[in-house]
């Protein structure tokens, strides 16, 4: 079974926007954190933001501050990455994950921190 299941990735060109959607089951977005992830070919997975719970406060990498937004709806339980001001450096498989725990006032973009993951949406920037 799937818990988090990414979608929204696909085709921009630079300058360009994208949202990525990770819809969960079984965890609680009002009780657990939630990252984002992202692997560009040949190379390792990059922790991109995470949001906490229950207050939503956040965390980004260097590289995707101030052009990506990181969010949840915890009425529909999904978690959203809003990518802005793309470039072909941002071109990579996406992921969200959560851990095993509710951490509550917790946010990491850690990869050994999290447990569970979804199985990825592929952005391509590129003109």
């Known amino acids: 079974q799937l818990w988090l299941v990414e979608s929204g990735g696909g085709l921009a060109q630079p300058g360009g926007s994208l949202r990525l959607s990770c819809p969960v089951t079984r965890f609680a977005l009002d009780s657990w954190p939630i990252a984002w992830f992202r692997q560009a070919p040949g190379k390792g997975r990059e922790g991109v933001a995470c949001i906490d719970a229950p207050d939503g406060n956040t965390k980004y990498a260097d590289s995707v501050k101030g052009r990506f937004t990181v969010s949840k709806d915890i009425s529909k339980n999904t978690a959203f990455l809003s990518m802005s001001s793309l470039t072909p450096e941002d071109t990579a498989v996406y992921y969200c994950?959560?851990?095993?725990?509710?951490?509550?006032?917790?946010?990491?973009?850690?990869?050994?921190?999290?447990?569970?993951w979804g199985q990825g949406t592929q952005v391509t920037v590129s003109s």
């Open positions: 994950a959560v851990p095993a725990g509710d951490k509550k006032n917790w946010c990491s973009v850690r990869e050994s921190d999290y447990d569970v």
